[in-house]
């Protein structure tokens, strides 16, 4: 059995799970189907925890979109991109957190189980992760606007399938979802499938 984590960037990490030969009963699988958010929420406070030691180091790069809290949600320290970003998507708020994010802070479990903070603006979104008491911001683009069709024909791309099994499955020809995979591209501004499944996760 295999369990795949979340992607970051181009990589993806998966547990290969092996009982030597015998396999799993339905139990075995339904025990890990109810650990797996559990075991991402932890995989994704390491990834956490090892940008944060990325970003503390390069605090003074521009690539760096770091807060640093004190107690009581004021922040202690945020590099010019985190302020740039704070201030983009929540206007100026000196020293203080803004409202949304000390909410959002002050809410729900502790930040190993937190699910990030998402806040679209346009055609970018803000992701901000809490992380042992400080703030990793990231920006992304958005998805753009798909079609039910094209949204049906990238998630099928997404598991894998190639052309002509999704033109079966969808009851189409293999030139309409070449037509469909070409609006998605341009729509996401990529140019393989490989992008474009990794743009939908």
Not at 21 to 40: E, I, K, Q, W, Y
């Amino acid at each position: 059995m295999q369990l795949a984590m979340p992607p970051r960037s181009h990589s993806r990490y998966f547990f290969l799970l092996d009982r030597c030969g015998r396999d799993f009963s339905r139990r075995d699988r339904a025990v890990l189907d109810v650990l797996n958010p559990h075991l991402v929420r932890l995989y994704r406070a390491a990834e956490n925890r090892h940008r944060l030691g990325a970003a503390l180091a390069l605090h003074e790069s521009a690539h760096a979109a770091v807060v640093l809290l004190e107690a009581g949600g004021r922040v202690a320290f945020a590099s010019s991109t985190a302020r740039e970003l704070l201030d983009h998507y929540f206007g100026r708020n000196g020293a203080e957190l803004p409202e949304a994010l000390a909410s959002w802070l002050n809410e729900g479990p502790g930040s190993a189980a937190r699910d990030p903070l998402r806040v679209e603006r346009g055609e970018r979104a803000l992701i901000v992760e809490s992380v042992d008491g400080a703030l990793l911001l990231e920006e992304q683009r958005t998805m753009p606007r798909l079609t039910a069709r094209e949204r049906e024909v990238l998630e099928l791309v997404a598991d894998g399938s190639p052309n002509a099994e999704i033109a079966e499955r969808l009851c189409v020809s293999v030139g309409t979802v070449r037509k469909h995979l070409d609006n998605v591209y341009a729509k996401l501004g990529v140019h393989t499938r490989t992008a474009a499944a990794a743009f939908l996760r």
